[in-house]
């Protein structure tokens, strides 16, 4: 193939893609001037390739983020009626009520949900989308806006609808469902403010959305006037025992904070436990506010305060874009704020 006909081959390519959103196996190898079959052997039966033309065909791979299709190639342009969804954990979760409305809008649909889990591990979640994609769904959800480079390229090469929920971005993938955790962190800073709480403490998971809460926290408290935040990680834990553990070490430093904020209600109601070990008196002494709003925390003595999001709204509306742009319809706002809300119980 000569260069004329390469470059003819990335014009083809580009008026493809605009078409039809998927990069090819035959725009693969139009791009690193190989015959397809060459293609399918590096991805097959690299062995029998030379270095150089494996390397050559392996560098268009990574630029434009193709994944082979594992069904059979005929079968490419056909809807699956399946739709792949990436959660952190089900266990204890506030991803839980978004995960069943997924689950119940699309089967209303026609469409079945496969799910996945990646512990908060940005490695698992390249794994897992690596073999998603693969699969070709017909649409993919993900938690959070915060992926691998790689992950990014796949995606946008892939041409399979995706939609990114439980945060907000200027910068979506496709299209998003979410909420600000900046604005929550300033929100309960100035809630917490409001009822006179001077000395504020954080209680927080190691994962990019909980510390976007925090430093948002932790900044609105230095504009209102406080001292600055204590802020105590647990790391990967969300454990009722890790939020005993971190009221424990504030104690243990000598601090005497008036005021929690954790992120999550598991961990908030650690420090409830570990509070009323301490006689300390939790909504007076001590008010605690958690993230969540998980149904048992209402029936708490004292009732916790927490963040709500509306988990079943954002499943809902997930699914509803991806049935439409798999049904080949056009989504007019592809970007939904569902907002959040602080609901006032007796801890704070």
Not at 22 to 43: C, F, K, N, Y
Not at 297 to 308: F, H
Request: hydrophobic share 40%; charged share 20%; proline share 4%.
């Amino acid at each position: 193939m000569n260069d004329e006909s390469a470059a003819g081959g990335k014009g083809t390519q580009r008026r493809h893609r605009r078409n039809t959103g998927a990069m090819t196996l035959r725009q693969v190898a139009q791009l690193a001037d190989v015959a397809p079959v060459t293609v399918s052997r590096v991805l097959n039966t690299p062995d029998v390739v030379s270095p150089e033309v494996r390397e050559r065909v392996l560098a268009v791979i990574r630029e434009t983020g193709y994944v082979p299709n594992r069904l059979a190639g005929g079968l490419a342009s056909t809807r699956s009626n399946l739709i792949a969804a990436i959660v952190p954990t089900i266990t204890m979760s506030v991803f839980l009520q978004t995960v069943q409305s997924l689950t119940d809008t699309l089967f209303d649909a026609d469409y079945q949900l496969m799910l996945g889990q990646t512990g908060y591990s940005p490695e698992r979640e390249d794994a897992l989308l690596e073999a998603i994609i693969g699969r070709r769904p017909d649409g993919i959800v993900l938690t959070g806006v915060d992926h691998s480079a790689q992950s990014r390229q796949r995606l946008l090469g892939a041409g399979i609808p995706v939609v990114e929920t439980w945060d907000l971005t200027d910068h979506p993938i496709d299209m998003l469902v979410g909420f600000s955790h900046r604005d929550i962190g300033s929100s309960v800073a100035r809630y917490l403010a409001g009822r006179g709480r001077q000395q504020l403490a954080l209680v927080t998971a190691d994962d990019e959305r909980a510390r976007r809460r925090a430093s948002a926290f932790e900044a609105t408290a230095l504009e209102l006037g406080l001292p600055p935040v204590q802020r105590i990680s647990v790391g990967g834990s969300r454990t009722l025992s890790s939020g005993r553990t971190a009221l424990a070490r504030l104690a243990e430093s000598g601090s005497r904070p008036d005021a929690v904020f954790c992120s999550s209600d598991l961990l908030a109601l650690g420090v409830m436990t570990e509070a009323q070990s301490r006689e300390l008196r939790v909504g007076q002494d001590l008010g605690v506010v958690g993230f969540g709003d998980f149904d048992f925390v209402a029936d708490l003595e004292p009732a916790l305060t927490s963040v709500r999001i509306n988990g079943a709204a954002i499943g809902e509306q997930a699914a509803r874009f991806l049935v439409a742009r798999a049904e080949g319809h056009a989504v007019a706002q592809p970007v939904v704020d569902v907002g959040f809300s602080i609901v006032e119980r007796a801890s704070a």
